[in-house]
């Protein structure tokens, strides 16, 4: 089995789930025992500076040996909690097929191209896959193996030019929490990627602006067999308030760059109704235009029910990062160019979602994202194209070599 793929395997048995309702950071203690491992394995393989601070990020450093600028590689630690990821047992599936991947024959769980015609790109390669129980952790394990086999090589073969190559493991990116403690001035990098995408060949620097929105509909109880004119129900006001945002614009019916309203989340009573949801665009006027829609949706409701029927909160997360790549685009042709180094054909897509790398963008470190292989993340079905991973790890050192040329 190739380092990529022994690194991989090994990792995905650990459990890193983070967790949305935890108030400490990292949201789970468990995440910090990757990032030991990581630590450990970047002291042996003789990367310098290594380091897991008190919030359970892990940096190291390869020192330069030409002259470029110093480059950032960082990938998460932690898995989505949407699926256990408790006792991850990954199988490699030889020579693909294109027919039918059984999970688990017991409880007839089965990864199909019918229902993922993707997988038909595949055929001939390499396939890993769960037993259909737990995801598989290749978001972004699959990032963190692939940069700890880049470092590996490019330590191991001096005579690969490179500036100052910087490397970071973060916890909580899968809560949005991934980089509200990150050091970028300790961290080094000038630029940097984050290797956190997922079909061979994706490029990503267009993301999603992003907020999340908090509705409590607040209600009157009044016994139903005398309750005319007098009852406020809080569930019939909240799936009217729901009725009022635009039918069209939720994830189900929307793709490429159009933006979305995801109610996510919905519970209570006649008393209390909570909804949560996500607002996300591309564009930021449509963005704007979202939340506009949301709040006069609220107002519509208080005039009709009373004041403070409906009450929104809306908390921005994160922006699109295209306005702070822009100014440096060599990050996305140097990309670009060892793809195709490599035979691989560099396809940019905008980002249905965000990354690490979208916020540390604003934070002073432009951070494009970059393809692992991997498939059908925070899910069972998820799989991992294993010639893909090896390529991608290849990739890494054609691609942090390149700037030392540029």
């Known amino acids: 089995m190739s380092e990529v793929l022994e690194r991989f395997f090994r990792y995905v048995k650990v459990d890193t789930q983070s967790r949305e309702e935890s108030e400490s950071f990292p949201s789970t203690e468990k995440q910090k025992n990757l990032g030991r491992m990581l630590e450990a394995e970047l002291k042996e393989i003789g990367a310098e500076n290594v380091r897991m601070d008190e919030w359970g990020y892990v940096y190291a450093e390869i020192p330069a040996n030409a002259e470029a600028p110093a480059l950032g590689l960082i990938a998460h630690m932690d898995t989505s909690e949407a699926v256990s990821g408790t006792d991850v047992k990954p199988r490699l599936v030889e020579n693909y097929d294109g027919g039918d991947i059984v999970l688990n024959e017991e409880a007839g769980i089965v990864l199909s191209p019918q229902d993922y015609p993707e997988m038909l790109h595949y055929c001939g390669k390499r396939l890993i896959v769960t037993d259909g129980t737990t995801l598989l952790g290749a978001d972004d394990k699959a990032g963190v193996a692939e940069i700890m086999t880049a470092a590996h090589t490019l330590i191991a073969h001096p005579e690969i030019p490179h500036g ?29 990627y984050t290797v956190d995408g997922g079909a061979v060949g994706e490029i990503e620097y267009e993301n999603f602006n992003a907020a999340g929105m908090h509705v409590t509909v607040t209600g009157r109880s009044i016994h139903p067999g005398d309750s005319k004119g007098k009852m406020k129900n809080a569930v019939t006001m909240a799936m009217e308030f729901q009725g009022l945002l635009p039918a069209g614009e939720v994830p189900e019916l929307t793709e490429g760059y159009e933006g979305f309203t995801h109610l996510m989340e ?45 009450e929104v909160e809306i908390r921005d997360q994160y922006e699109n990062m295209k306005e702070q790549i822009l100014p440096h685009m060599e990050l996305i042709d140097l990309a670009k160019a060892a793809m195709e180094t490599h035979g691989i054909t560099p396809v940019e897509v905008p980002i249905r979602g965000g990354t690490d790398g979208a916020r540390l963008s604003y934070m002073g470190l432009p951070c494009p994202n970059l393809c692992t292989g991997g498939h059908n993340f925070h899910g069972r079905f998820e799989y991992a194209c294993a010639d893909a991973m090896e390529t991608i790890a290849q990739m890494l050192v054609t691609l942090v070599s390149s700037f030392a040329k540029h």
């Open 164 to 192: 100052k190559v910087c490397i970071g493991f973060t916890p909580d990116e899968e809560v949005g929490r991934g980089v509200d403690h990150f050091d970028v001035e300790g961290f080094g990098a000038e630029l940097a």
């Open 266 to 310: 919905i519970g209570g009573d006649v008393e209390k109704t909570v909804m949560k949801y996500i607002i996300r665009d591309h564009d930021r006027a449509k963005f704007a235009e979202k939340k506009r829609v949301a709040l006069a949706a609220a107002d519509f409701m208080n005039a009709k029910y009373g004041a403070g029927t409906v």
